[in-house]
């Protein structure tokens, strides 16, 4: 099987490499394999998903400080490796497990404490739970 290479211009241009429209068309799309993240807001938390199939649970490393959430990945090129049957190869891989990190300021709002995550059918889910607000005391005044 052969891959077919797109070429609709009679003199292609250098820069066709540096400015695609798809980042599946880059050379290198490993730098760009940062996976899609949904943030939800409602009552009483925010909850972000974050689209990382492929990954064990150990793989992830989630951390927080000064209101800086950080996720990132650690995969060894050993464990990528072990992972491939020596007798075949690839003539077109688009699928990439590689190493990324991403990070996102939390509002005050947020509990850092009580921040959970789950891992499951590749997407890794953070709870984010708010901070409960403390009701102003109305209090009547007797005047005597």
Do not use: C, H
């Not at 959430?69 to 049957?85: C, F, G, H, Q, Y």
């Amino acid at each position: 099987m052969k891959i077919v290479n797109r070429n609709t211009a009679w003199f292609p241009s250098i820069l066709e490499d540096f400015f695609t429209e798809n980042r599946l068309d880059v050379p290198n799309y490993e730098n760009f394999s940062i996976p899609a993240v949904n943030i939800q807001e409602n009552l009483t938390n925010f909850v972000i998903e974050l689209a990382a199939p492929g990954f064990k649970k150990e793989n992830f490393a989630i951390e927080v400080e000064d209101n800086m959430l950080r996720i990132s990945t650690e995969v060894s090129t050993e464990a990528a490796k072990e992972s491939l049957d020596n007798s075949s190869k690839f003539t077109l891989k688009e699928f990439n497990y590689g190493n990324f990190k991403r990070a996102f300021n939390l509002p005050d709002t947020v509990t850092v404490e009580e921040i959970s995550a789950k891992y499951e059918d590749g997407i890794l889910r953070l709870a984010l739970p708010k901070k409960k607000e403390e009701k102003a005391l109305k209090k009547m005044v007797e005047i005597s």
